[in-house]
């Protein structure tokens, strides 16, 4: 079943809330009305039959009451609606005045002397339908006797009244919801009109046109936010495709270079005959080149597996120095043979994953090694900061331009943008290192000068995780 268009929806919800405010609004007004007029028709009844009483109670006898009929009549005289009789203390009738012929029923009557009451009017219906309100009371006439008055009184106009009325509700209800659905309809689609614009705007935005950006200044202000957030959101994309472009562009140039080193050595070796030695020369020269390739397949791996959260944390409590020291005596051979030195200075404990931890610290120090000059010394520290341990890897070197420090952490970027040092680095090490801290919910830190460069990882204890990641 096909939805309805947001017009269409608002419009109709208009036109029923419309609808049930004229309803409620229209049914109020006639209760109110009905109340209003029944209230008035019960104090005209009461007044009347009061008056009556007193004009019977003034007369001599029956006889004299019936002989008087016309000041009787006369109250009622111009009101075909009423019905007024007298009857005697044998229930004989003394005067009847009924112009409309109204059925009278035996009414229980107040007594003699008792004033009559709203609670004392009865209501009963004619074999037509009509409705009839009234009241009985007796009175004692001058010579003793008593006498009891009937006064009824047909609402028929009071009813005629209100169904007129009710149909003028009814018709007044059903216009202003028809008026109220067209005019929401042209109001709400003349409202819709920017979204319509930044929908077909937003339609013409393709991969290759990613720097365009939705129109703020026409916008009216509730979707002003919408626009600046999707403007926000091609803005992100456009960034993203663009390191994506940068990185494929990487990965490519970084898989060329042992393909093409691998395919050109082959090639020299089938040129001609070589000797047993020269084909393991060769051997020995793919197999390194094939380790490049494995290792750069799997840092590529472990960024992807890392950047779905696929790896699993196994945090534990561990010794820093120990942890710090096991590391630099690992590396104790390639300094040696860099004419480079290693220092701990390390205190402390670490919250992390043991194996991601020394992953992250081994290519942080070779990073280091790789820029350090002979007789520079490698400093590796570690101490408690509040919220977490903060480790370093501090060497000499040259010192990374500011514009450059932003970088390093991300994929195969290389401050040499030549790239003549790719057989020694993939770029991708430092972007290992960050992607170890944010399953962390740490922070990898750079910092530079003229003298020292110093690479620090922040790695949160369990009640400072959120303040750090924020």
Do not use: C
Request: charge should be neutral; avoid cysteine.
């Amino acid at each position: 079943m096909p939805r309805l268009s947001l017009t269409a929806t608002l419009s109709g919800a208009f036109a029923l809330i419309t609808l049930l405010t004229f309803y409620f609004a229209g049914s109020y007004l006639y209760d109110n009305l009905l109340t209003q007029l029944l209230r008035n028709e019960t104090t005209e009844i009461l007044l009347k039959a009061q008056h009556l009483r007193s004009l019977a109670a003034e007369e001599d006898s029956a006889a004299a009451l019936r002989a008087d009929a016309s000041r009787i009549a006369s109250q009622i005289a111009g009101n075909d609606a009423f019905v007024v009789q007298f009857r005697s203390s044998d229930s004989q009738m003394l005067l009847d005045f009924n112009p409309s012929g109204l059925p009278v029923v035996a009414l229980a009557a107040i007594p003699e002397g008792a004033p009559a009451r709203d609670s004392d009017l009865q209501q009963w219906r004619t074999e037509s339908g009509a409705t009839v309100r009234g009241v009985a009371a007796q009175t004692r006439l001058r010579n003793g006797e008593v006498v009891t008055l009937i006064l009824g009184r047909s609402l028929d106009d009071v009813m005629s009244l209100l169904r007129s009325y009710r149909r003028t509700v009814i018709r007044t209800v059903g216009l202003g919801a028809l008026a109220a659905m067209v005019l929401s309809y042209a109001l709400v689609r003349r409202a819709l009109r920017p979204v319509h614009r930044i929908t077909h705007e937003a339609g013409r935005i393709t991969v290759d046109g990613l720097n365009a950006r939705l129109d703020q200044a026409h916008t009216s202000p509730e979707l002003r936010d919408l626009s600046v957030s999707l403007n926000g959101m091609l803005a992100r994309l456009q960034g993203g495709f663009e390191i994506l472009s940068h990185y494929t562009e990487n990965l490519a140039h970084d898989l060329r270079t042992p393909v093409n080193n691998l395919r050109g050595q082959t090639e020299v070796a089938l040129s001609r005959p070589r000797s047993a030695e020269e084909y393991e020369a060769l051997l020995a020269s793919n197999l390194e080149e094939y380790e490049r390739l494995s290792r750069m397949i799997e840092n590529i791996l472990f960024l992807a597996r890392a950047g779905n959260a696929q790896i699993a944390l196994r945090r534990t409590e561990l010794d820093a120095a120990e942890q710090l020291q096991q590391v630099a005596e690992y590396f104790e051979g390639l300094a040696e043979e860099g004419g480079a030195s290693l220092k701990v200075v390390a205190r402390g404990t670490i919250k992390a994953d043991a194996v991601l931890f020394r992953r992250a610290l081994s290519n942080l120090l070779s990073n280091a090694l790789r820029y350090t000059p002979r007789g520079g010394v490698i400093e590796l520290t570690a101490a408690q900061v509040p919220g977490g341990t903060l480790i370093g890897v501090s060497n000499p070197g040259p010192r990374i331009p500011p514009e450059k420090l932003d970088k390093v952490f991300e994929r195969f970027y290389r401050g040499d943008e030549a790239r003549t040092n790719s057989a020694d680095s993939t770029g991708l090490g430092l972007a290992i290192v960050r992607s170890i801290m944010d399953l962390h919910q740490g922070k990898a830190l750079a910092e530079s000068s003229e003298a020292h460069t110093r690479f620090s990882l922040l790695f949160p204890d369990e009640a400072g995780a959120l303040s750090v990641r924020s």
